[in-house]
């Protein structure tokens, strides 16, 4: 007999919108694409992030695909989507004996900010947001986020979620200016988290509100 592994939830099996002290999170739709593209479609957005779609047409092919729906979350704030995260479940790594068991355990996170609204603590709420979806609502155990090691403000909201750096890879990493350039590794487990601190709607988050 196999045993065959319990169904994790996914995003669309949860509670929504979610609410953090100043954001409300969504699954994306299909729409959602050209409201964002005069932001999402700019150079310097997309500077360190994997996908520069060409156009909104691009743009929206590639946002349509399911698994990126899927995978994708909108932040509104007053009812304007001021950023997207993502929250890619994955397998872990495992031998074969047990490798069922390391199915859908690993998420890795990502995010993106409307440039008009960098700096004001957003990047910060929205990724202690995704975390505590990936680790409370998906029962992910290990979380993962990872960018080009120039990427400084990506690297600080990791740090500012309890994030730890587990790798400075040298030259692994190919930018479309052609370089060669290091990328770094932060990661979460949730039993780390459990002894931290909740960061959603805490006080840490809305004090930084206030200082920026
Ligand atoms: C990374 C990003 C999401 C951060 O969003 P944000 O809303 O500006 O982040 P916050 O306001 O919460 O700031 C987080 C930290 O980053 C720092 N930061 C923000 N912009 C920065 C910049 N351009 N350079 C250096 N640090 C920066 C902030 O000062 C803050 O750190 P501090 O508290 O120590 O001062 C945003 O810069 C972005 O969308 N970048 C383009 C897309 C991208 O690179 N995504 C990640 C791909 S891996």
Request: aromatic residues 6%.
């Amino acid at each position: 007999m196999t045993d065959t592994p319990p169904a994790h939830p996914v995003l669309a099996d949860l509670d929504w919108p979610l609410r953090t002290a100043h954001l409300a999170l969504r699954p994306a739709r299909p729409e959602d694409a050209a409201a964002i593209w005069p932001w999402y479609g700019r150079e310097d957005v997309q500077e360190y992030t994997t996908t520069r779609p060409g156009d909104l047409a691009a743009m929206q092919e590639w946002w349509d695909e399911p698994s990126r729906l899927a995978s994708t979350v909108v932040a509104e704030r007053d009812g304007v989507i001021v950023a997207t995260g993502m929250i890619k479940v994955q397998d872990a790594w495992g031998q074969s004996d047990v490798v069922e068991q390391a199915r859908g355990t690993l998420a890795e996170l990502g995010w993106t900010v409307d440039p008009g609204r960098q700096g004001e603590g957003i990047g910060t709420e929205l990724a202690a947001a995704l975390l505590d979806v990936a680790i409370d609502g998906l029962g992910i155990r290990r979380v993962v986020a990872e960018c080009f090691a120039v990427n400084t403000a990506s690297r600080r909201v990791m740090e500012k979620i309890g994030m730890r750096l587990e790798a400075v890879h040298r030259e692994d990493s190919l930018h479309r200016s052609g370089h060669w350039m290091d990328g770094a590794t932060y990661a979460i487990l949730a039993s780390e988290r459990a002894a931290g601190e909740r960061m959603t709607g805490s006080d840490e988050t809305a004090s930084h509100q206030e200082t920026r």
